[in-house]
């Protein structure tokens, strides 16, 4: 029993390295998960009115041509599969569309705002979702729809629906964290916090990346509407577009609210920096007025200082032929030569505003 379990698990399907979940359904129930993508080709060829939907992550060049090659995908849209770093936006190749959406999430940890980009191949018989960043979780999407009774009688085009409607519901936690953010920054700004600049232009970077995920989500919606890969929406389908289509205009309004928000909070911010430098400045040329007003009464006082200083170092030397050392009128004479300047040096400096 043990050999032929190891014998079994030896020869069962080995899962593709970019495979993360896969799976074929018939009138809305999975009946198969293959393992690898020859293993869902071989099922769709059984079941003609089965769909796949194949959810890769990162896949490599050989999986997306093998997939290219089953489903007839554009080269166009396989390439920007691979390389990724595309807008959003919507293309129609043949009985193809293929949607590249751009997925946020809001990390209350760092308080910034993460992105994920997502690429759809939808067509009649299968969807294949390209993810190149744990942001959306499809795994959410792929388990309600199983669990709704109907949610895929519609096919591929339920399917693309549900994807895109996660996508924006997933923009109102966002759009709840960027509202507080705004909000703490208008604190910090009126409370002179220096590292405001910065928080304000990164978050501004932040709302314009945010704008251009969700702005060319209208356009998506209208050629969704107008038809997927048959040409046909059912009028639930369009029901449910026109309710995600509000949903984005909303989050559209609240993005240009913010970016207003920010220029008016970026405005009053370099305008109080204004006025604290304005009124540093103006403190700083007073210490510097009121340390050259002390430095002219320093200087004043000293000029006064040095008269008598220097006639009593004169008399002070004690030279024989001094004839002062032995007149008799000569001591009141110099302290009255002390005195006369002293008062004159004074009446000067008093006249120009040193003392």
Do not use: C
Not at 18 to 37: C, D, F, Q, W
């Amino acid at each position: 029993m043990p050999a032929a379990s190891a014998a079994s698990r030896s020869s069962a399907p080995s899962r593709s390295p970019g495979l993360v979940n896969n799976a074929v359904y018939e009138k809305g129930v999975r009946i198969e998960s293959p393992a690898t993508l020859a293993g869902t080709f071989a099922t769709l060829a059984a079941h003609p009115d089965a769909i796949a939907w194949i959810g890769l992550y990162r896949p490599n060049a050989e999986e997306l041509s093998a997939l290219a090659a089953e489903f007839n995908l554009h080269e166009l849209a396989i390439e920007d599969a691979v390389h990724a770093h595309q807008r959003p936006k919507i293309e129609r190749y043949g009985d193809t569309l293929f949607t590249v959406l751009r997925a946020a999430h809001y990390v209350d940890e760092s308080e910034t705002v993460e992105f994920g980009e997502l690429h759809i191949f939808s067509g009649a018989n299968f969807v294949i979702t390209v993810r190149h960043a744990e942001s959306p979780d499809l795994s959410v999407v792929r388990t309600r729809m199983e669990n709704t009774p109907g949610a895929m009688e519609e096919g591929a085009e339920a399917v693309l629906y549900a994807i895109l409607d996660a996508v924006v519901d997933g923009y109102a936690p966002v759009v709840d964290g960027v509202a507080n953010d705004i909000d703490e920054i208008e604190t910090q700004v009126f409370d002179g916090d220096s590292a405001v600049s910065r928080r304000i232009y990164e978050l501004n970077r932040e709302v314009i990346d945010f704008d251009r995920a969700v702005s060319p989500l209208v356009q998506i919606i209208d050629t969704l509407s107008s038809g997927f890969a048959d040409g046909y929406v059912g009028d639930m389908l369009q029901q449910y577009l026109r309710d995600v289509t509000d949903h984005v205009v909303e989050t559209k309004e609240r993005i240009e609210e913010f970016k207003l928000l920010l220029r008016n909070i970026l405005a009053v911010n370099t305008s109080l920096v204004g006025q604290r430098q304005s009124e540093e400045a103006r403190n700083l040329s007073e210490a510097s007025n009121r340390q050259a007003e002390e430095t002219r009464k320093i200087s004043g006082w000293a000029a006064i200082l040095f008269a008598p200083t220097l006639i009593a170092g004169i008399y002070g030397m004690n030279f024989k032929v001094m004839p002062e050392l032995h007149w008799q009128y000569g001591y009141p004479y110099a302290i009255g030569l002390m005195i006369v300047a002293s008062v004159i040096l004074y009446i000067v400096f008093k006249r120009r505003g040193w003392l």
